[in-house]
């Protein structure tokens, strides 16, 4: 056995690996959601509408409302409709919409500015408060209790005494007849037989509305909803409880979907069966909701307790996108240099917060830069290498700004402010007074910067930037060796993860994850460092961890074997095996670019395409966008390509931290506590989970603290994906 394993480390040569066409995703449009807000100040808003001409219309406990000021990131208000000065003596009573017009209640009659104003029909309901219009310009209105159907010219029809409580009217115009809601019934009423009649009975109903083609209506309750066949006026199979939300206030049919409005959110039914669930002030300005109507450009218009939310659906394509999110990054994400977030907002203003440091300045900076790297090898434009000129910078000045050679700060800040910045206690002032420096390095620096110094040098055709880069990973990469394979810190002691010792990895038992991921990225990081300074320090000592400390076993371990700790193990391998870390995730497919990249020998270079295909299997469950993409980088022709596209549509456009809940939803299938951590048998969308990086667990379900108090930058959460994508040539270029 060790004579077959020297004899394969000392082969120079080895196969060549059966490269396969890999699928292509094809970039044409795509509807993108995003949300524009519009907050009330102590007013309950209760039915919005909307006319031919694209305007809203608002009626509220202080009379007619209308937006004002809101676009998307950037909320509006609801303020009062000054717009017919002449009807601000009216009692208004609500608001609908008829042949595309607004049309308004007041305890009197039903009239409207359209047609000239010649729209007036009188009634006797002084407390009416619903109506709708039917054939001919009749209206039916009621006060919940009694029903009086009208004209221009005169009242057509009464009654007085409805047998229980109407909350809603609905007119279906194929077969000419009003439908009544009541708390306990559903009835129809025929304008030209002047009757009503009950077509089905039971309890508990809050709203209902018609499918797209008119043959079934839906039926909202407070535990979910159920259909009833217009023609049968039977119910139609079981009533849905496996919902978002069960508890029902409003339904309304848009195009190819039924929108639910309940006490905890909105969801919408698809074709599929599926739901998009929107809950949060990511979409909505309250998850109370009281009205859904269709808006213009295939927006939808939700009104809550105190506000209205459009949800607006646009055409992109990823490329758009892309430009979309590298302004969001360049406008309000750029910390001297760094990829940063912007803290401390006020519930989603963004011109409230500052732009905060980080642990992992140098890593999520790395990240941004890579993708500003691929996307400057795909389109070679002169701004993405301007930008990656300046990262580039901030990343270099890591160095300089501490005393110790070759050890790279987590991040830097004038100086002044440490009991200010997150983690006052690893600052430490700089030999420059201006400034104060982060200690404390850790691994997931370590391979950040290796990873991207590697792609700027081999793929930036600037002779600049690729000296500074390679001096850069070299300065690193030397100070790791001729430490002992430790980062060590201004105390003169190894950082508390910057550690690639053998006395240190091999101290974990085999299934702790940490030896695995060790062991990975230091062969990952020789590698690169001797591929561009051909230094043989590199690789001997790259050789010498495989073949003499196991490095290549450890790091060839199948996924299916880590876990937690034995019980006889030290309590620092079971604090650090208590459940899967998403962070070594991030850590390993960053340091994949080298150890597959810049394998010694195609010999080793077929057995770290195993060790990859086997951590992505592990993986495929979290249909993580930039784990598929990285595995795309081995060739293979599988790596759940629709799934990656899936995250890069998927993704919100608005990645502020709102609340978010999802751990109430009865449709999503909940599992077991396990050693990973999956929660729910399958991933929800990430436009209905938080905003997470790379390094979090997809199936974190809620975030309940510092509703809209920061925003993430896209520099490393969908960038990088994105563009890493397009340089593989696995996402095309923009389809028309």
Same mark, same amino acid.
């Given at each position: 056995?060790? @004579?077959?394993?020297?004899?394969?480390?000392?082969?120079?040569?080895?196969?060549? $690996?059966?490269?396969? @066409?890999?699928?292509?995703?094809?970039?044409?449009?795509?509807?993108?959601?995003y949300s524009i807000k519009y907050y009330t100040d102590g007013v309950l808003p209760e039915k919005a509408c909307i006319d031919r001409n694209g305007n809203i219309k608002l009626f509220s406990s202080a009379g007619m409302l209308i937006p004002h000021n809101g676009q998307f990131l950037y909320t509006g208000?609801?303020?009062?409709? !000054?717009?017919y000065r002449t009807i601000q003596n009216k009692n208004i009573k609500g608001v609908g919409s008829y042949e595309n017009q607004f049309i308004l209640l007041d305890d009197k009659t039903v009239f409207s500015n359209a047609w000239a104003g010649s729209l007036f029909a009188k009634h006797e309901l002084s407390d009416a408060k619903l109506f709708v219009g039917g054939q001919n310009f009749t209206f039916l209105l009621s006060n919940g209790k009694a029903l009086q159907l009208i004209d221009s010219k005169q009242i057509l029809w009464k009654f007085d005494d409805f047998n229980d409580e109407i909350i809603d009217l609905k007119f279906q115009n194929s077969s000419n007849l009003f439908w009544i809601l009541g708390k306990k019934s559903i009835s129809t009423f025929s304008p030209k037989t002047k009757k009503i009649e009950v077509v089905f009975e039971e309890n508990d109903f809050t709203a209902f509305d018609f499918s797209a083609d008119s043959k079934s209506l839906y039926v909202g309750t407070n535990d979910g909803y159920f259909l009833v066949g217009i023609a049968t006026k039977k119910q139609l199979?079981?009533?849905?409880?496996?919902?978002? %939300?069960?508890? +029902?206030?409003? *339904?309304? %049919?848009?195009?190819? =979907?039924?929108?639910?409005?309940?006490?905890?959110? +909105?969801?919408?039914?698809? @074709?599929?069966? =599926?739901?998009?669930?929107?809950?949060? /002030?990511?979409?909505?300005?309250? !998850?109370?909701?009281?009205?859904? %109507? /269709?808006?213009?450009? !295939?927006? +939808? $218009?939700i009104v809550s307790d105190n506000g209205l939310s459009q949800i607006c659906f646009k055409q992109m394509t990823l490329h758009d996108k892309a430009i979309f999110f590298g302004k969001q990054v360049r406008s309000r994400h750029i910390r001297n240099g760094f990829n940063a977030s912007l803290d401390n907002m006020e519930k989603g203003n963004l011109s409230t917060g500052y732009l905060a440091d980080s642990d992992n300045d140098g890593l999520w900076t790395s990240m941004y830069l890579g993708a500003e790297i691929f996307r400057y090898v795909v389109t070679k434009e002169d701004d993405a290498l301007q930008n990656c000129r300046e990262s580039l910078d901030?990343?270099?000045?890591?160095?300089?700004?501490?005393? *110790?050679?070759?050890?790279p700060a987590r991040s830097f800040e004038r100086s002044g402010f440490i009991k200010q910045l997150a983690d006052p206690d690893r600052w430490q002032h700089s030999p420059d007074k201006e400034w104060d420096w982060k200690a404390t390095t850790?691994?997931? /620096?370590?391979?950040?910067? *290796?990873? +991207?110094?590697?792609?700027?040098?081999?793929?930036?055709?600037?002779?600049?930037?690729?000296?500074?880069?390679?001096?850069?990973?070299d300065t690193l990469m030397g100070h790791i060796v001729q430490n002992d394979l430790y980062l060590i810190d201004y105390d003169g002691k190894p950082t508390a993860w910057g550690r690639w010792n053998p006395s240190y990895v091999n101290a974990f038992p085999t299934n702790v994850g940490d030896r695995k991921l060790n062991s990975s990225n230091i062969i990952a990081m020789l590698q690169t460092a001797y591929y561009f300074t051909k230094k043989p320090i590199y690789k001997e000592k790259a050789f010498e961890l495989m073949k003499k400390h196991g490095y290549f076993e450890n790091l060839m371990r199948p996924m299916t074997q880590i876990g937690y700790a034995p019980k006889d193990a030290d309590e620092h391998s079971k604090k650090m095996s208590d459940a899967w870390n998403h962070s070594d995730d991030e850590m390993y497919f960053l340091g994949y670019w080298g150890l597959y990249r810049y394998a010694f020998n195609d010999t080793l270079k077929a057995h770290y395409k195993k060790a990859i295909i086997d951590h992505w299997q592990a993986e495929r469950p979290e249909k993580e966008g930039l784990w598929n993409i990285f595995t795309a980088l081995t060739g293979t022709q599988n790596f759940d390509l629709n799934a990656a596209a899936w995250y890069l549509r998927e993704h919100p456009l608005d990645l502020i931290d709102w609340e978010i809940t999802n751990s109430h939803r009865k449709d999503i299938e909940k599992i077991p506590v396990n050693f990973r951590s999956q929660t729910i048998k399958e991933v929800l969308p990430p436009d209905e989970r938080p905003i997470q990086r790379h390094n979090a667990n997809m199936f974190n379900l809620d975030r309940t603290k510092g509703n809209g108090t920061s925003e993430h930058s896209a520099g490393d959460i969908w960038l990088l994906p994105y563009w890493l994508g397009r340089y593989l040539g696995v996402i095309s270029p923009p389809q028309k």
């Open positions: 056995m060790k @004579k077959l394993f020297f004899l394969l480390f000392t082969l120079q040569f080895g196969f060549a $690996l059966a490269q396969t @066409k890999q699928p292509v995703y094809q970039d044409k449009p795509f509807l993108q959601d208000t609801l303020i009062t409709d !000054n717009t199979g079981d009533k849905q409880t496996k919902l978002p %939300s069960t508890n +029902v206030t409003c *339904i309304k %049919s848009i195009g190819e =979907k039924v929108w639910f409005g309940t006490t905890n959110g +909105v969801f919408a039914l698809k @074709k599929d069966g =599926k739901f998009d669930y929107y809950n949060g /002030e990511r979409w909505l300005t309250s !998850n109370q909701i009281k009205h859904i %109507s /269709e808006g213009a450009d !295939n927006s +939808v $218009l901030a990343m270099e000045r890591l160095y300089s700004i501490n005393p *110790i050679a070759g050890f850790s691994s997931d /620096e370590a391979i950040g910067h *290796i990873f +991207v110094y590697g792609a700027m040098a081999e793929l930036v055709k600037d002779a600049d930037l690729k000296k500074r880069s390679i001096a850069l990973m």
